[in-house]
T-cell receptor
Framework: AQSVAQPEDQVNVAEGNPLTVKCTYS??????LFWYVQYPNRGLQFLLK??????LVKGSYGFEAEFNKSQTSFHLKKPSALVSDSALYFC??????????????FGKGTKLSVIP | SQTIHQWPATLVQPVGSPLSLECTVE??????LYWYRQAAGRGLQLLFY??????ISSEVPQNLSASRPQDRQFILSSKKLLLSDSGFYLC??????????????FGPGTRLTVT
């Protein structure tokens, strides 16, 4: 079975400071990893994905994520946080083998608050 | 470009009443379609997915059902709602699965409150 852990329910960061939202995963075979963002009472918006290749993936709105196979992690990062980045962030994973691996499994989400 | 619609945006229904939520996708053909439920503003639970017309897979046994009468239409239904059915229902689509791993794109959601 595949799983995702987002160890922090909430992350607070000052505007202009770098931010990191953590994600670790467990899958059979190779992982395909995704980050989504959700604003209040809205659907999820796709930010970026890792499929293969370069471990540093760049996505929308200045976000990037680093894939670390040995640590089974895919942390989301941004060099300088904006107040408008305040939202709920979800990490998701699917594997390339095993039963049900073609479906996305989502983490429980991390609430990011950027303080002016 | 592709767009995904869900309606209604909000719904308040009494316990025991029926339910019908609709999702439609524009600008693509033969998409994979998904229904998720999000409780308490957090984790997403996959309820149903479909890879084609009339093809529905259920992930969680419950009093909900799904149908795909047309290529780009996905409907979530219930004959009798329970209090525990309250939540935020999200529809999503992705390009057909194949050699490329495709991300899912989500609709705006329906807030269902069962009273």
């Amino acid at each position: 079975a595949q799983s995702v852990a987002q160890p922090e329910d909430q992350v607070n960061v000052a505007e202009g400071n770098p931010l990191t939202v953590k994600c670790t995963y467990s899958v059979s075979g190779n992982p395909y990893l995704f980050w989504y963002v959700q604003y209040p009472n809205r659907g999820l918006q796709f930010l970026l994905k890792y499929i293969t290749g370069d471990n540093l993936v760049k996505g929308s709105y200045g976000f990037e994520a680093e894939f670390n196979k040995s640590q089974t992690s895919f942390h989301l990062k941004k060099p300088s946080a904006l107040v408008s980045d305040s939202a709920l962030y979800f990490c998701a994973v699917r594997g390339d083998s095993g039963a049900g691996s073609y479906q996305l499994t989502f983490g429980k989400g991390t609430k990011l608050s950027v303080i002016p | 470009s592709q767009t995904i619609h869900q309606w209604p945006a909000t719904l308040v229904q009494p316990v025991g009443s029926p339910l019908s939520l609709e999702c439609t996708v524009e600008g693509t053909s033969n998409p994979n379609l998904y229904w998720y439920r999000q409780a308490a503003g957090r984790g997403l639970q996959l309820l149903f997915y479909s890879v084609g017309i009339g093809q529905i897979s259920s992930e969680v046994p419950q009093n909900l059902s799904a149908s795909r009468p047309q290529d780009r239409q996905f409907i979530l239904s219930s004959k009798k709602l329970l209090l525990s059915d309250s939540g935020f229902y999200l529809c999503a689509w992705s390009l057909p699965s194949g050699r490329i791993v495709n991300e899912q794109y989500f609709g705006p959601g329906t807030r269902l409150t069962v009273t």
